[in-house]
């Protein structure tokens, strides 16, 4: 049995903003274990960065964690202060951002950054052998480790994006979470990066949460997959069931709208509407406004998340468009 | 970094040569002979009517003059003072440049580093009476009318309190049958500040390769023994009390000179500090797990630093301009008190002189500017 | 929101019907939305509407001082140049009913002066804002589309007056030259629309430059000319908008500190009346307050009060400083 690295339980978190409460992360659990990968997907807007920032409650000064827990490494983390958050930060789960953002700080060498990671996190080293483990990270992602002098502009965006995974490896974390990790890469670059990702995960077997908007990159690298829609688990379950057999009406038009090359011609099922504001969610099911099964009960009631199959659960009133 | 330097200085030299064409060329366009007021002056005999107008070629075509200024120029020979008359204008600047350099520099070192430090913390700890207050003494002390400015100084410190003197460089009759010249005690003065600033870098420069424990312990004990070499050395020139006459009239020009861009630098710091804290590698940062002294200091700060140090070279024009202001209400006889008067008299040779010498301060202060932000920013250096 | 994407033929809440309605009158209809949507966005922050309200106090006043030498202020008393008060023994007087804030040394009174000034430091404002603007626009749009030798001349210009004191070259040129509130005027804004508002507002120009919409213009034909003028200016207007703010805080101060010298040739300003007030030994005599403060405070807060104006429209015009 695999350890537990990561549980969410009903975790809620609001912004507070000008024009009220907005409800960014609604009711969401799930757990992870070493080793797994799991990947959150949906629209922009859908909570999916928010989930990921409140894990390691690196929230702006207007969010807050409205209820539920978030248990790392078999410790409850929810009441952290920031200094205790400081030692979960980086030495036990760290981030891979998106490469367009910047998160290399353009004035300092990106070795001095990764080093800096280290010396917050790692037992004292000798310079030389900080060193030595800079340069052996630097090949683990494909890097000349002579890079490792150069300023962040000197790097082209694939190549920051394999300094920022070997910053994410540097501590040895137990979970790595990567936000849209190659939504900004060309597409040649994308893929040997979510391979070789995928590589170091099986090698180092940690854990990883993969957030993005596109489905092809999910359905490449996790296991698992998390469907996410206006702050709100939709559906959960292995990547083969959410593709082949989505149970939420949500999901089942988001895949349509993947079209699979090899596999039969399905007709697209075209979604009407936008994605609900969400200062002030529809009532009940906040997909209802747009889902082309609902009835009265969605308006009414919110629907709970169930395990309809081993693994594989889903938050629906009309599973599969069944009334 | 050294190409880009060398790139620089050329740049900056250009810069320089234009600027003194278009000096030439502004006093040369004015209507009517720019001796006419001094020639028609009964005191000078004919012969020396003769001499001024030939040392001026007066009656030569202006390219050849432009040509003969520039060249002059480069011999360090700026023509006579009027009024100074017959000191030499190059004479005159040097007797009164090193003050308004250190009023320039002293106020401009102590207002981007005080303006900078409290940009920063305001911009960490937001809270609404803070911001507000902070924002109305930012924005007062950026727009307030300066001579207003200075006199309520003066009016509060030195006329109410009598904290310091009213205005000018020295108090004539302290000085009175002193072996020594203000200029001269001036000018030691000047090289101890240089000896001793030189010291100090040195001392910080050096304190940061020890080992953390030992830091604080040498970073202070070099202060007081540096501290002690400048006191102990006026002490023994028996001029001691003379240099502290001269600092006594140095204080409230210095500190409204400083004020005055103290706020601009403060309000732009904390806009430049918000908009960095919201770039990814703070938030980057703060994943990392570093503390908020780490991010504040070593991430955020060097950031924001930059557009402030953009902003430095848009206000040089700015500091110089209170400095003239400030060094006239004061009656503090530095150059832009100097170029002011010679305006006033029409002394065209000292007018000249003091656009000259501005011209070369703030093309200084704008390449000591450039290669600090290069230094600070890679991208440029690397570029 | 949902209505709006659904049916095609409504665009922010406007019915557009091809072929009944002009499209000028779209273009109008849009414009308005855009500004009542700014006008929004500035009166939700204190900082403009502050400003905005000191510069009204000032206009009233500017508009007042005629009306009132006109009904209940004797021109042989109030006149801000010529009046004096006979009945009052010793000028300068302090506050009374008559003369709310005063009279200055050669008897005249304080606020009609004060009053009277108003207008000019608005003029000279609007010349050096107007003529600052023109040039900038104009220089910082074709340098940046043409860019080349033409770019490189009037940016090195550029650098040139930036580096230049304002001040002191003005004190200069006021010394040499005739200055009075039009020239003054005029020169301040040819030193700003060459020198650093040409800098930004060009960096603005070349942000535009490489957006789609321009490639579009230059595809289906649009001369050099027209899409200068059609498509580059009216987006840097804007910006260039925000400078004009900034340009008449540094007008007004000028004026001030040139007027406080003794350097121009005008006959009443702020500034002259603190220069009064310094030529007749008043000047650090502030137990007679009146012939300091009233003027200096409201160069103060005028410059200010335009400054803030600036600010509050730049948190419109730089939407990365709005508060989310």
Not at chain 1, 137 to 156: C, W
Not at chain 2, 96 to 112: D, G, K, N, Q, Y
Not at chain 2, 248 to 261: A, E, K, Q
Not at chain 3, 111 to 120: A, E, G, I, K, N
């Amino acid at each position: 049995m695999a350890e537990e690295v990561l549980r969410l339980e009903h975790l809620t978190m609001h912004y507070k903003t000008r024009a009220g409460e907005l409800s960014a992360v609604d009711d969401v659990s799930f757990k992870l274990e070493e080793g797994d990968s799991l990947g959150l997907v949906g629209e922009s807007g859908c909570g999916k960065t928010s989930v990921a920032l409140t894990i390691l409650k690196l929230l702006p000064e207007n969010g807050y964690i409205k209820g539920g827990k978030i248990i790392i490494n078999g410790k409850d983390i929810t009441n952290y202060t920031e200094n205790q958050m400081r030692k979960v930060r980086w030495g036990e789960v760290s981030m891979v951002f998106q490469a367009a953002m910047n998160a290399l700080n353009p004035v300092y060498r990106v070795g001095d950054q990764i080093e800096e990671a280290m010396v917050t996190h790692l037992p004292p080293l000798s310079k030389e052998d900080m060193q030595a483990r800079i340069d052996e990270l630097f090949r683990l992602v494909g890097l000349d480790p002579a890079l490792k002098t150069r300023y962040p502009h000197e790097f082209s965006g694939g190549m920051r994006q394999r300094a920022i995974i070997a910053m994410a490896l540097s501590c040895g974390p137990i979970l790595i979470i990567a936000d849209e990790p190659t939504t900004a890469l060309d597409v040649i670059v994308q893929d040997s990066l979510l391979r070789e990702m995928r590589e170091f995960q099986k090698k180092l077997g940690m854990a990883m949460i993969y957030v993005s908007h596109d489905v092809g990159v999910i359905a490449e690298v996790s296991e698992r997959v998390g469907v996410m829609y206006a702050g709100r688990m939709a559906e959960l379950g292995t990547t083969a069931a959410i593709f082949h057999d989505p149970i939420h009406p949500y999901t089942m038009a988001l895949m349509s709208s993947f079209p699979s090359i090899v596999g039969e011609k399905t007709e697209l099922v075209s979604l009407p509407g936008e994605p609900p504001n969400l200062l002030n969610p529809p009532s009940g099911c906040r997909f209802h406004p747009r889902c082309p099964f609902a009835t009265q009960i969605c308006i009414d009631q919110n629907p709970d998340f169930v395990e309809h199959e081993p693994g594989h659960f889903a938050a629906c009133w009309h599973p599969r468009g069944k009334k | 970094m050294r190409a880009y330097i060398l790139k620089r200085v050329a740049q900056i030299l250009l810069t320089y040569f234009l600027f003194l064409t278009g000096v030439f060329f502004l006093i040369d366009a004015q209507p009517g002979d720019f001796g006419a007021a001094y020639f028609s002056d009964p005191r000078l005999t004919a012969e020396q009517r003769h001499t001024l107008s030939n040392a001026l070629g007066l009656n030569k075509p202006v390219g050849e003059r432009y040509v003969q200024w520039i060249g002059n120029f480069l011999k360090g020979d700026l023509g006579v003072s009027f009024s100074n008359y017959p000191r030499p204008v190059t004479d005159v600047i040097v007797e009164r440049a090193p003050r308004t350099i250190v009023l320039f520099l002293t106020a401009t070192v102590v207002s981007f580093y005080t303006g900078f430090a409290a940009g920063k913390f305001l911009a960490w700890k937001r809270g609404q009476l803070l911001e507000y207050t902070a924002t109305i003494a930012g924005v007062s002390l950026f727009t307030v009318f300066t001579p207003w400015f200075a006199l309520v100084m003066i009016w509060l410190f030195a006329f109410r309190l009598g904290w310091v003197p009213i205005g000018k460089f020295i108090n004539a009759q302290f000085w009175m049958g002193s072996p020594v010249t203000a200029g001269s005690v001036f000018q030691q003065m000047l090289v101890t500040a240089i000896l001793a600033g030189l010291a100090l870098f040195t001392v910080l420069f050096l304190v940061r390769r020890l080992d953390a424990r030992y830091r604080n312990y040498v970073r202070w004990g070099g202060f007081a023994v540096i501290l002690a070499g400048v006191i102990l050395y006026w002490a023994q020139t028996g001029i001691g009390t003379l240099a502290l006459d001269i600092l006594h009239h140095l204080i409230l020009p210095v500190s409204v000179v400083t004020l005055i861009s103290f706020g601009g630098t403060m309000l732009l710091t904390r806009n430049s500090m918000l908009e960095t804290l919201r770039e990814d590698y703070i938030l980057a940062a703060r994943a990392k797990g570093l503390t908020e002294k780490e991010i504040r200091d070593k991430h955020a700060a060097r950031n924001a630093m930059l557009p402030v140090v953009t902003a430095f070279v848009f206000n040089l024009a700015f500091t110089l301009d209170g400095g003239i202001i400030t060094e006239t209400i004061f009656s503090w006889p530095g150059m832009g008190a100097t170029l002011l008067e010679a305006a006033i008299t029409e002394d065209i040779p000292m007018v000249m002189g003091g656009l000259v010498f501005t011209g070369f301060l703030a093309l200084t202060a704008h390449l000591v500017a450039d290669i600090m932000y290069a230094y600070l920013d890679p991208r440029i250096r690397y570029a | 929101m949902v209505e709006n994407v659904t049916s095609p033929d409504v665009i922010h809440g406007i019915e557009v019907k091809i072929g009944q309605v002009p499209l000028w009158r779209v273009r109008l209809q849009m414009l308005w939305i855009s500004i009542k949507a700014n006008l929004k966005l500035f009166f939700e922050n204190p900082i403009g509407v502050i400003g905005l309200v000191i510069i009204l106090f000032f206009f009233l006043m500017a508009i007042a001082h005629p009306i009132l030498m006109r009904t209940v202020w004797p021109p042989a008393i109030y006149d801000p140049i010529r009046g004096f008060d006979l009945s009052i023994l010793v000028h300068p007087s302090g506050p009374s009913l008559s003369h709310i804030l005063g009279t200055d040394p050669f008897g005249r009174d304080v606020l009609s002066q004060l009053m009277y000034s108003t207008s000019s430091e608005f003029a000279l404002g609007a010349i050096a804002a107007l003529v600052t603007v023109f040039f900038a626009t104009t220089i910082g749009a074709v340098s940046a589309y043409y860019g080349g030798w033409l770019d490189t001349i009037f940016m090195r210009f550029a650098d040139l007056i930036i580096m230049t004191p304002f001040i002191t070259l003005l004190i200069v040129l006021s010394t040499l030259f005739d200055v009075g509130m039009v020239e003054l005027g005029i020169v301040i804004g040819l030193l700003g629309g060459f020198g650093g508002t040409t800098v930004i507002i060009k960096s603005q120009a070349l942000t535009i430059k490489v957006r789609t919409y321009i490639e579009a213009a230059r595809v289906a034909g649009g001369g050099h000319f027209h899409i200068i003028m059609r498509h580059i200016i009216p987006n840097l207007l804007p910006l260039a908008f925000l400078y004009m703010m900034f340009t008449v805080t540094s007008a007004i101060f000028s004026e001030a500190v040139l007027s406080f010298f003794g350097l121009l040739n005008i006959r009443m300003s702020w500034g002259l009346m603190i220069n009064t007030t310094q030529y007749t030994g008043y000047l650090l005599s502030f137990d007679k307050w009146w012939l300091i403060f009233p003027a200096s405070v409201s160069i103060t807060l005028l410059c200010g009060a335009f400054y803030l104006v600036g600010r509050g429209i730049d948190e419109i015009v730089n939407p990365r400083l709005r508060k989310r």
